[in-house]
């Protein structure tokens, strides 16, 4: 998921692979305190105004997921401790092949307009944003559900509103056939796009979407756009999560830096990222409320491949030589004060079939080479690259360093382009507004290599903004899909994410970490791999 700070939401009961996604804790006093706590009042938690209406396949970047994610809840999702898979709306998901897969739910859920959960209330859910007339961000995550291309065809129109691989059983039972082997396809359950939604959504999407109604731990309040959303606690949630405060107040901010001030001054509760110009002193200002935790994540810079000026085949060797420009160790050691380490493939570090060196020389700092390249481009289009990104995240730093490098190194003109917020950056990327570069980031889904490489570079993938496009990456990752075991879908990724240096469609920097912090005003803050507070635990202090 693309990240403001990240993007950011595993794992199969199925399955017997040990996902790597490390327990997180705060550093030094995250755990219980023995300060009592108000189970009725609400916690404050840095945000940013979504891109989008609050609908679940509408979401593909954390402002609008986060919330998202604790407003719905699906047939299952991933224990904060250890991101393993943990059962939800569903008590059992069975399959013997990994191409059909029977979904049996527990009964007694309820949305929280009061009426029930029902195998219809996901199938329909399903349809809908599958269906292109409804403009879904995340309707290709649907494409692996048998139908997908009658429903959404690559062209002309579709010949049908269902996927013909989604049957309703009965209430509690419906059954889905994907149109090949998906091994991991469990994996991809737990994203918010899999979420139900209640039969009186249908009538008024439109108006849903700004006042949503969900299923989750969470019930949604009210939203002053460009302000703050506000959730209270559902009493009648049924999950394995079970809430130990009153809500959450989602703050939008334009600054990382007012987030900050805002936290030591304990009108914030919870942070999102600490921003740069705090990265050398918030441990020592926070102390036991300082939180340091991995994170599979990564910090790209990606290029405009579906115009003309980038398109060229030769221009593959000017983002070559843009990358190994590129400074990252003092970068990372200066300017991020050691809080991230040095990307050298799409992977995140941690996530199950991360491969160091996948970028091969390409991650290298060679100023020699870099210009070579870029000569051997043709050079940058105008001998100057654009650098777009969101100046509410806290990046004004890091991309004036990269920018400075590249200057130094190359001769190459490089300026950072900011955006005032988040939404902001997304339009312009998402709707081709830009012209060269872009600040780009993905932070897991689910902790495999297929969701950094096949939902963010495979032709025609939701999260694929910078048009690119390469029939033997999308080949081998078909392949990777239908292999017998995720264990041969992991491998299979990695062969396809070694074609991805020949091509150079995003420059990988870094890996992040959770840099962030709590107020004096809450306890038990924990994060997860996703760069997720564990929501429904944090308790406020009575």
């Given at each position: 998921?693309?990240v ?9 009961a199925a ?15 995250g ?7 108000d ?5 404050s938690y840095?945000?940013?105004e979504p891109?989008?209406?609050l609908q679940p ?11 998202i ?5 699906g047939l ?15 008590s059992?998901i069975?399959?013997t092949d ?16 009061g009426t029930p ?9 399903w349809?809908?944003a599958?269906n292109?007339?409804n403009?879904?961000?995340n ?19 579709p ?18 056939k994907?149109?090949?082997?998906v091994?991991?396809?469990e ?7 899999f ?5 009186a959504?249908?009538n ?12 989750g731990?969470?019930?949604f ?10 959730t ?11 809430p130990k ?10 600054t ?9 001054s304990?009108?914030l ?5 600490v ?11 926070l ?21 003309a000026d ?14 190994m ?7 990372t ?8 380490a ?17 970028c ?8 020699a080479k870099?210009?070579q390249l870029i000569?051997?481009?043709?050079g940058?289009?105008?001998?100057k ?14 991309v004036d ?22 939404k ?5 990327i ?5 012209n ?10 689910y902790?495999?290599?297929a969701n950094f490489?096949?939902?963010?570079y ?13 029939p033997?990456?999308?080949?081998l ?11 041969d879908?992991?491998?299979g990724?990695?062969?396809a994410?070694a074609v991805?240096?020949?091509?150079m469609?995003?420059i ?5 970490r ?5 107020s004096?005003?809450?306890q ?10 564990a ?8």
């Open positions: 998921m693309p403001a700070a990240r993007a950011r939401w595993v794992l199969a399955t017997s692979v040990a996902l790597v996604a490390t327990g997180c804790s705060s550093s030094g006093g755990g219980s305190s023995s300060s009592s706590s189970a009725s009042k609400t916690f840095q945000s940013n891109q989008n209406p396949a509408n979401a593909n970047e954390v402002g609008g997921g986060r919330i994610q604790n407003l719905f809840k299952v999702d991933y224990d904060p401790s250890n991101a393993k898979i943990r059962m939800q709306v569903a059992a069975d399959t990994s191409q059909t897969f029977t979904v049996t739910m527990k009964d007694g859920w309820k949305f929280h307009d959960v029902h195998a219809k209330n996901f199938v329909d859910a349809n809908w599958a292109p007339a403009n879904q961000i309707s290709s995550w649907f494409s692996d559900i048998e139908g997908y291309q009658d429903v959404h065809p690559a062209t002309g129109s010949t049908t509103d269902k996927l013909s691989g989604l049957t309703v059983t009965d209430d509690l039972h419906f059954t889905i994907l149109n090949h082997k091994s991991y396809f994996y991809k359950l737990g994203y918010i796009a979420s139900p939604l209640p039969d959504f249908f008024d999407p439109a108006g849903y979407g700004q006042k949503p109604v969900g299923n731990p969470y019930q309040v009210s939203w002053a756009h460009n302000s703050q959303v506000v209270k606690t559902y009493p009648d949630y049924q999950g394995v999560d079970k405060n009153g809500g959450i107040v989602f703050k939008m901010y334009t990382s830096e007012a987030a900050y001030a805002d936290l030591q304990n009108n509760d919870v942070m999102d990222q921003p740069p110009s705090a990265l050398a002193t918030y441990k020592s200002d102390g036991d409320r300082a939180v340091d935790s991995p994170q599979g994540a990564i910090q790209n810079i990606g290029f405009t491949l579906y115009q980038w398109a060229a085949p030769e221009k593959a060797q000017v983002r070559q030589g843009l990358s420009a590129i400074d990252r160790p003092t970068i050691k200066t300017v991020l004060q050691g809080s991230r040095p990307a050298s493939a799409w992977v995140a570090e941690g996530v199950e079939g991360y491969k160091a060196g996948t091969g020389d390409f991650c290298t700092f060679d100023p870099a210009k000569q051997q481009g043709g940058v289009p105008g001998n690259v654009l650098v777009t990104y969101n100046a509410d995240g806290g990046h004004k730093e890091w360093a990269v920018c400075n490098s590249i200057r130094q190194n190359t001769g190459v003109d490089c300026l950072g382009d900011p955006k005032p917020d988040f902001t950056a997304r339009q312009a998402t709707s081709h507004q830009l060269g570069a872009f600040r780009t980031g993905w932070v897991q889904d902790p495999l290599n490489l096949a939902d963010v495979r032709t025609g993938a939701a999260s694929n903004d910078t048009g690119y496009s390469n033997q990456f999308d080949q990752s078909t392949q990777a899909d239908a292999a017998p075991s995720v264990a879908t992991v491998t990724y990695q062969q994410e991805l240096a020949s091509g469609p995003t990988p920097l870094w890996y992040y959770t840099n962030s912090g709590y004096t005003n809450v038990n803050v924990t994060f997860d791999s996703f760069g997720n507070p929501w429904t635990q944090v308790e406020v202090k009575g």
